[in-house]
């Protein structure tokens, strides 16, 4: 029978040079109904087409990059 290695002391440091970010992280999607007006709802379709994403993922980016400015 192998023994159990109960040692479980932290190291001083650990190297995450080889790691991935966001590895093991995924953001939570809640579904949710907004209004738009037309013409902001056809700029984000034609801008996302472009871009070659999805209009949702467009919006959320620059929520998200409205919201980290701290614009309010």
Do not use: C, V, W
Not at 9 to 33: C, D, L, N, Q, V
């Amino acid at each position: 029978m192998k023994p159990i290695n109960d040692d479980y002391k932290m190291k001083k440091e650990y190297a995450f040079t080889g790691g991935i970010r966001g590895r093991f992280y995924t953001p939570k999607k809640i579904s949710t109904t907004i209004r738009l007006d037309d013409d902001i709802l056809l700029y984000l379709k034609k801008i996302a087409g472009l871009k070659k994403i999805g209009y949702q993922t467009l919006l959320n980016s620059l929520l998200r990059e409205y919201m980290q400015k701290g614009s309010m």
